[in-house]
């Protein structure tokens, strides 16, 4: 997935080459995203070094994503928990795989329609862990305090980012590293899908499987959302066509019954 340009030739018969260009990884999106995820860090990580618990507890409780606290008018969780994130792996890690799986993604659509299709991904992540938290203690599986707990990171976000190069370019290879193979988008994201999934039952690794699925649900709902009712369209569709067709008919007969009207005066 690397991008190559052609680097120069040296004097004295010199030589031709290539050297590697980062640049392509970072579009306009993506390098956004990137600054605003290290700024927000870095203002965590300050202010954890200047009061401690207390100031790393104010972000992760007024900007990360607590179900209570979104059923209870916080709707902003919803937005800025993608830009928090737990440590430095945690972070390093989430710009990795959106850089090599969001770059060719943002090449083929655009700045503006990335960013959208990613944040609607982050925010409907978010979304549906909040309702699926809900759900299980409204049904008793789960403890009421599980909605208190926050939520931070763009992994749901970035799983919706998968899905669709999954969907866009599903034969795509990706290097299964440090293994030398290849598999394809789509067998990628589908392995990791079921991952996630049985990751949701009792899992106690404090990583949102749901918000990951959320991310891959919201993002295959988002892409296939012209694609819905389909059918039923085209059935009203032809519809409205079959009874403005027996209109004309209608009117072509009363017309072609009616005898001539006489001739009259012409008007000037």
């Known amino acids: 997935m690397a991008n190559f340009s052609r680097g120069y030739a040296g004097g004295g018969g010199g030589y031709g080459g290539y050297r590697f260009d980062i640049s392509g990884y ?21 202010s954890n070094t200047i009061w401690h618990a207390a100031g790393w507890n104010y972000f992760t409780t007024r900007f990360g994503l607590s179900s209570y606290a979104v059923l209870h008018g916080w709707v902003w969780q919803l937005f800025t928990y993608q830009y928090l994130h737990a440590n430095v792996p945690h972070i ?6 959106l850089a090599m799986f969001g770059a060719a993604l943002e090449h083929a659509w655009g700045a503006q329609r990335f960013f959208t299709y990613y944040t609607i991904c982050g925010v409907g992540a978010g979304l549906v862990e909040v309702l699926v938290k809900q759900g299980l203690v409204h049904m008793h599986w ?13 992994s749901g976000a970035i799983y919706g980012v998968m899905l669709a190069v ?14 030398p193979v290849t598999i394809s988008m789509k067998w990628l994201v589908i392995v990791l899908g079921a991952i996630e999934f049985f990751g949701t039952f009792g899992s106690t690794d404090n990583v949102s499987h749901i918000s990951h699925l959320g991310g891959m649900l919201v993002g295959y709902i988002y892409i296939r959302r012209g694609s819905y009712l389909y059918g039923s369209r085209n059935y009203f569709s032809d519809w409205k066509k079959r009874r403005l067709k027996r209109k004309f008919e209608v009117y072509v007969k009363q017309h072609n019954e009616r005898p001539p009207s006489p001739p009259g005066d012409w008007l000037n």
């Open 26 to 46: 970072f579009p306009k999106a993506i390098k956004w995203i990137c600054i605003a995820c290290v700024a927000v860090f870095t203002a965590q990580k300050l």
């Open 92 to 97: 390093l890690f989430n710009l990795l795989y």
């Open 142 to 154: 789960a403890d009421p305090t599980s909605l208190l707990i926050p939520t931070i990171g763009a």
């Open 166 to 179: 999954a969907v866009v370019m599903p034969h795509r290879q990706v290097y299964l590293f440090p293994l």
